[in-house]
């Protein structure tokens, strides 16, 4: 006599076909993941570019020029406070004080050196200051772009972002 057997649970087929879904899902979302990160580190670089050019216009009003320095990384080493005192870029908050921290690009706070950006950069970089007569420059690079600006290097003046 023939007894008929249900089996109870999933064959390896199915186990293989849900398991592969899941990884699928998994590396949408990873991928999701990624590009809102970029996204926003871009959000953030412009943000702490417009935050130092508003500290900077203030420094002038206060010392009618801009702070000394030539091809520096910002945030980095004796460049974290911007202040008046000796150097004006400095380690100390001695009053008046402009910007108590001078931001760095978000993708090189953990960094152990900085990696300062040139006119010729083509990779994330620390945001560098030059003193370029009566205007500043400060170089940032983007990863994926903001608005109107696209990813790669950037820069900026007292007057614009370009």
């Not at 398991?19 to 899902?25: K, N, W």
């Not at 945030?75 to 202040?83: A, F, Q, R, Y």
Request: charged share 15%; hydrophobic share 40%; with cysteine.
């Amino acid at each position: 006599m023939l007894t008929n057997k249900k089996s109870i649970g999933f064959t390896l087929i199915e186990l293989l076909v849900v398991i592969a879904i899941f990884v699928l899902i998994a590396n949408i979302t990873m991928i999701s993941l990624n590009k809102a990160k970029m996204e926003s580190r871009d959000v953030k670089r412009v943000s702490d570019i417009n935050q130092l050019r508003s500290a900077l216009h203030l420094y002038s009003t206060e010392n009618l020029s801009y702070p000394q320095g030539t091809d520096f990384a910002l945030g980095t080493d004796n460049h974290l406070v911007l202040g008046s005192d000796v150097g004006d870029w400095t380690t100390t908050t001695v009053a008046p004080v402009f910007m108590y921290n001078v931001p760095r690009d978000p993708s090189m706070i953990n960094a152990l050196t900085s990696s300062t950006c040139t006119p010729t950069s083509d990779s994330v970089c620390d945001y560098s200051y030059t003193l370029n007569g009566n205007d500043f420059i400060i170089y940032f690079f983007l990863e994926g772009g903001v608005g109107n600006l696209d990813a790669g290097l950037h820069f900026t003046t007292k007057d614009e972002i370009h």
